[in-house]
């Protein structure tokens, strides 16, 4: 049997203590969750004000959403290709790579002013 998947968002206090976690299907628009997220702790002055037109000049932006997903098919490529120098099909062993399941445990996002939000993908 496949093993099956979801997402684990986990909110950080400053002192590295885990304040919430919670768990989502990877069906989920996960930059969307992780922005309701955030506004549930900011006060209504803090989520209008950054998206006033007249703050574009010094915008603040509260969620400050790093997906680093991209940059781990990078790696997995590079590191394919490096495994692999005399290959004869190098732009297949690129591809294949970066299709390759990013491995489990791996923060895929960061959020929050603070990033302390991070979002890792578990086994069920």
Do not use: W
Not at 42 to 65: A, E, H, K
Request: net charge neutral.
């Amino acid at each position: 049997m496949a093993k099956r998947t979801e997402y684990l968002v986990t909110q950080y206090a400053s002192d590295g203590s885990i304040l919430r976690q919670v768990r989502a299907p990877k069906s989920i628009n996960l930059r969307l969750m992780l922005e309701r997220l955030i506004c549930q702790g900011l006060d209504d002055d803090s989520v209008t004000g950054c998206c006033l037109r007249s703050n574009s000049q010094r915008f603040y932006d509260p969620f400050q959403i790093i997906d680093m997903r991209e940059e781990h098919r990078r790696e997995q490529a590079r590191d394919a290709l490096k495994a692999d120098p005399d290959t004869k099909d190098p732009i297949g062993v690129h591809n294949r790579a970066r299709d390759a399941q990013i491995p489990l445990g791996k923060t895929l996002m960061m959020a929050g002013a603070k990033h302390d939000y991070l979002v890792k993908e578990v086994e069920v």
